[in-house]
């Protein structure tokens, strides 16, 4: 069987108690772009009789999973390194609630659960691979960037981890499904092991420009990234706009249906906020920015 891909990397903060490990609090770190497992070797006890080798034992001692991936989102970050946020304060700032995210002596990095798919080919037809490894340590990233140029490379994001035996009575480190037909049924595999029973995406950010609209009193917005298929735009002005906390929270009220293109009548210096939602009014993503409306003449 030939590995052909990867994806879905998720974790899950891990718990045990009285030889029965739990675990909670679970979700996607990113977008998966490579995964390798180094096991360290375990030297050979070997039992000696009639002047040779008779019995020998070759346990597993420990290994470092590396994974990559687009990006590390800030929930996960949180969560499998043990930090906080901090809020920050920038008068100016067209970022909708900005935060620092602090390493200091608070942090505590946890014992997480972690899963994967690997796609792969098995005699010419596309199988999936739930890998999950029951008990693992993260350490913290380092950075590395180069700056763009003519062409742009691509810079992931890479976490290594400290692979450990469970404390379940058998001492768990790794399951590995048989070839399963479709992703889906992978990842549902993943989920039930660490009992994701609903991750919960995180809040989509957007850039909201605003420019003099056509006549006066209105303004022509630009929003990035765009509404999704099936979601619809909803925007508020005042001297200050608070955008929806989390994903999902409901924008059934408050909030003025836009289709995307109208020029909005809002008056310059106002803070002008715009939330994607889905058919079920909640929220996907939101950002606002500074009204610059066309003048009187």
Not at 184 to 189: F, M, N, P, S, T
């Amino acid at each position: 069987m030939a590995t052909i891909g990867l994806s879905k990397p998720y974790y899950a903060l891990y718990q045990e108690s009285g030889g029965t490990v739990t675990y909670s609090g679970g979700g996607l770190i990113g977008k998966a772009t490579e995964m390798s497992l180094e096991l360290e070797g375990a030297d050979a006890n070997i039992l000696y009789a009639d002047n040779g080798p008779a019995e020998s034992d070759n346990q597993f001692a420990g290994g470092t999973l590396t994974i990559s991936t687009d990006d590390l989102l800030p929930e996960p970050m949180l969560a499998i390194l043990g930090l906080v946020e901090e809020e920050m304060t920038l008068e100016e700032a067209s970022t909708a609630t900005p935060k620092w995210i602090v390493y200091n002596d608070d942090q505590a990095i946890p014992y997480v659960g972690f899963g994967g798919i690997i796609k792969a080919k098995q005699s010419g037809v596309t199988k999936w691979i739930a890998v999950v490894l029951t008990k693992i340590q993260f350490a913290n990233p380092g950075i590395n960037a180069v700056t763009q140029g003519e062409t742009i490379e691509w810079q992931t994001k890479e976490l290594t981890a400290t692979v450990m035996r469970d404390d379940s009575t058998k001492h768990k480190w790794q399951m590995q499904s048989t070839p399963m037909d479709t992703e889906a049924d992978a990842e549902a595999a993943i989920k039930k092991a660490l009992n994701i029973t609903n991750p919960k995406p995180a809040l989509g950010a957007m850039t909201v420009s605003s420019a003099a609209g056509s006549v006066a009193g209105k303004t022509k917005l630009t929003v990035t990234p765009p509404v999704t298929g099936g979601n619809h735009y909803g925007y508020k002005t005042g001297a200050t706009v608070t955008l929806p906390a989390a994903y999902g929270e409901d924008v059934s009220s408050g909030w003025t249906s836009w289709n995307g293109t109208d020029e909005i009548t809002a008056a310059t210096g106002q803070e002008i906020g715009v939330v994607e939602a889905n058919a079920e009014n909640q929220a996907v993503a939101a950002g606002k920015g500074t009204v610059a409306a066309k003048e009187g003449e």
